[in-house]
């Protein structure tokens, strides 16, 4: 009797699992459904189109920057323009291309200066490196009538997660008859964090009045890069100019950044610059 019981409790049980696989996901799906028809559910998801975006420290995005400024003729006073064309040609004509430097014309996005924000955002960096003693107080503040803004991308093609949005502010060429005196004339400016990572700038200072260790100590402070390293290179035509010192700082894995304080005589132009 009891093994009967058994035989038909096993034979039970097999119907129902039966039973249960054929029709329980369908009755499930129904359950479900009905919790979520007629129903509005709010869901966070990714903005279309927008994927995951790599954060770069300041190292990786001054190193990326400096590979693609490379590719590109760089600021330029216009006595130095034909020296600096070649000297570009020179050095860039075995480029592989894998960095690009490119306009972007699309509107800012919410994480980075707008076109009305970026002269206000350039005074202030200037008023900060005015009080670290990069640039002196006769440097006069950026004004939208005179300066053009341009918002760029620099991107690692290779590895496109890898990019940097800067604003270039260039004194505007229909100020041809201006007073130059004390002006910015070249500017990189980061797009999100408002630093100012390149500059031509004239002053009324001459070379033997620059200490350019103490320019590339406090600028790399402003900028929260860490001390520089010397750079090995003493040759004296990597400038345009006899009045420069160079400074190397880490970048990407065992990549560096050379960082560049130099001064153009006659026009007084103080600038610093980045290169690969």
Known sequence: MKYKLKIAVFILFAVFSMALSIWGPETLARYQDRGLLNEIHAETVEEAGVGYRYKLNINEKLYILSRCL??????????NALAHRT???NTYQDMEGSYAFIANYRSPSDEEITNEQIYETCNQAL?????AGILPEEVKDVMPASYEATL????DVLEPRNNIAVWKLSLSNSQK???KENRLMDAYIGAEDGKLYEFYVRTPLVWEEIDADAVVEGWSSYMGLGSPEPYESENPLLETTPYFK???FPGMGDAKTVVTVGFYEGINELFLKIEK
Do not use: D, G, H, R
């Not at 490379?70 to 006595?79: A, F, G, M, V, Y």
């Not at 008023?127 to 009080?131: D, G, R």
């Not at 760029?152 to 991107?155: E, P, V």
């Open 70 to 79: 490379s590719s590109q003729t760089i600021p330029e006073s216009e006595q």
């Open 87 to 89: 000297e570009a040609e």
């Open 127 to 131: 008023a900060v490196l005015k009080e």
């Open 152 to 155: 760029y991308s620099a991107i």
């Open 177 to 179: 008859n201006a007073n």
């Open 246 to 248: 160079k400074y190397v």
